[in-house]
């Protein structure tokens, strides 16, 4: 007789010690970690914490009604989502609703504020040519005249002001960008020149000058007006008023001359003339904060363009740096509100840029996070905004842990009733996996912005049946062995191989259901197809190294070996057949005549 041979299979099991010892380290190693990093609890969504919700609705331009279209809503979630997300709201959900409405969540707890003011800032972003710039309000000097222009002799004519904060200025992203002007923002000499090529073009108070005499005004007389009404409007702008600058620039085309207001480093509101659009926020394709060590400028701000983008500000910075402050100036205007106004003094054709000036960190990155993600290819109106409070989403929290307590409970019950004393096996697992999961949520929520919603909730619930179900497979076949007539210990390894596909094929199914739904839904649901695949995988885990081992374990020990009534694997509860043995025949007599007394 020849003893079985010992695989690799059989030296594994015969040391479920190895495994057990395995998952504990994990265990151990997981929770150390999630102390350490201070995140103690799963990290919150909108539903269940409370924040804010605002609703955008898309508004078509003047014969643009067909912009409104799958292509451009997708490409206006996915900035909203990076503008949030440059602010460090990294589990605000954006998503569609319909056909032209967007929908962002905004927990509450983060700098939801700002972020509202980000997501809200809709209008496109724009570089415009600054034709005049003077401080605006109390203490403001000066007026000078929208047009710019000098005298003869070349002298100014005119200062804005005395006492404006020091000039951003924008140079080459190749080359280190120098110290910040120390010229004043509105020193605004008027030398002859037009802010740009682009002014000439449009009916707005451009200055051309020739052999030093003053620029004529447009031989239009429709341009005329248009620059005598601008110049009313400049004239009488105050952007200390609140709701004067919300006025400001209100219908301006991108082709058309605006009046703007924004503030300077000392934060002074200035009022602007700015030229018609020369370079789209579209055209630019990154853009961030960086500290330059190499020179004193200290926090800079870099922009590299699109092919058709550099092409456009090499252009216009080109004829910028031919002229004399403050029409040497480039305004970043973003929802008709100057947010930086850089000079330049030769042309950028790099197809980069460096903005320098007496930034910090964070005004750094917070102009850096509007270059990048500030152009939405449509109008948004902000439709509505509601608050949900902590308490409601408190209450739906508590609701949907009294409904995951019940069915464990249930699912315990079951199990104590069915199996016994393999119960044990099964909820020492349950508490394994459920420690599993809250510990990676936890982790989840600093490492990748995972955020738990009351779907989420739901999903971990639905798992509870996934995870027992994966026992009661594995049982089912030990129970099925021992019918057979085999004992415990070989019962529980002749089982495995069987109830181990069963167990992968289904866990696989799962996953895979998780997975697309997680790729092609949008918003919360995600939330409930991450948690599902999540737990998924964690069953897997939970039923190799914890469950076979602990199972392996106790089937050396007499209560279960044994077959105790209480063990739940009884042999004679389950209808076993008689134990399998071999058994010896006598060997058969060669056939003959048979003796009759014999007979």
Known sequence: MVAPKKGKNASAQSKPGRSLALILIAIVALTGGMFASGHTTPRLGIDLAGGTSITLRAVPEAGQESAINK???DTAVEIMERRVNGLGVSEAEVQTQGDRNIIVNIPKG???KEAREQVGTTAKLYFRPVVATELSGAGATGSPSPSATGNASGEPTDKATDGAADKDKATDGDTASGSPSDSASASATTQGRAASDALKADPSPSATASDGASPSPSASASGDEATAKLQEQYAALDCTDEAARTKAGAGSKPGDSMIACGQNAQGQWQKYILGPAAVDGTDVDQSEAVFNTQTAAGWTVTMKFTDEGAKKFADITGKLAQNQSPQNQFAIVLDN??????????????????ISGNFDQEEAQGLANMLSYGALP????????TTVTAALGGEQLKAGLIAGAIGLALVVIYLLVYYRGLSFIAVASLLVSAGLTYVIMSLLGPTI????????????IVAIGI?????????????????????LRPAVERAWPRARRTILVSDFVSFLAAAVLFVVTVGKVQGFAFTLGLTTLLDVVVVFLFTKPLLTLMA???????????????????????????????ARPVAGPVDPKEA
């Not at 509100?337 to 460096?354: H, K, N, R």
């Not at 912005?449 to 971990?460: D, I, Q, R, S």
């Not at 007499?558 to 043995?581: I, T, V, Y």
């Open 556 to 586: 050396r020990r007499k209560f279960f070996a044994s077959g105790h009534k209480w063990s739940g694997l009884d042999p004679k509860s389950l209808g076993a057949k008689p134990p399998l043995r071999r058994t010896r025949r006598p």
């Open 71 to 73: 292509t451009n809503m």
């Open 378 to 385: 449509l109008t948004f109106k902000e439709d509505s905004v």
């Open 467 to 487: 995870t027992a179900d994966s026992f009661i497979v594995y049982f089912e076949r030990v129970r099925d062995e021992i019918r057979e007539g085999r004992t």
């Open 449 to 460: 912005g995972f955020a738990l919603n009351l779907p989420a909730v739901c999903g971990a």
């Open 337 to 354: 509100e100057v947010v930086s106004d850089p000079y330049v003094s030769q042309a950028l054709t790099g197809g980069s840029a460096e």
């Open 110 to 112: 983060t700098n939801s």
